[in-house]
């Protein structure tokens, strides 16, 4: 069993910072992809960033430059770092986990999800 434990979130005034934080835990063998996505109200679900094992990172356009993605392989933790936010950065934020388990099978895990709201 693999589960990922999202924290942080929450309200905060546009041109704010704000920082996510996901934690994988459960029979874990690897861990490869970790990231992001988030909804946005009326919006189709969307990646936001994504770190690779290797350290290849892959960011939104609309997030560069203010947002960014980070792990910590030994807590099997991924983070973001939210800066310069927008209103339009309101959405529930999802982490995700490609991971492969002690019985060497390959899956996507999602967290629970997090509300990110962005308003004055």
């Known amino acids: 069993q693999v589960q990922l434990v999202e924290s942080g979130g929450g309200l905060v005034q546009p041109g704010g910072s704000l920082g996510l934080s996901c934690a994988a835990s459960?029979?874990?063998?690897?861990?490869?992809?970790m990231g992001w996505y988030r909804q946005g109200p009326g919006k189709q679900r969307e990646l936001v960033a994504a770190?690779?094992?290797?350290?290849?990172?892959n960011y939104a356009d609309s997030v560069k430059g203010r947002f960014t993605i980070s792990r910590d392989n030994a807590k099997k933790t991924v983070y973001l770092q939210m800066n310069s936010l927008k209103p339009e950065d309101t959405a529930v934020y999802y982490c995700?986990?490609?991971?492969?388990?002690?019985?060497?099978?390959?899956?996507?895990?999602w967290g629970q999800g997090t509300q990110v709201t962005v308003s004055s």
């Open positions: 459960g029979s874990i063998f690897s861990i490869n992809n």
């Open positions: 995700f986990a490609d991971i492969t388990s002690t019985a060497r099978s390959r899956t996507n895990y």
């Open positions: 770190l690779r094992s290797g350290g290849t990172t």
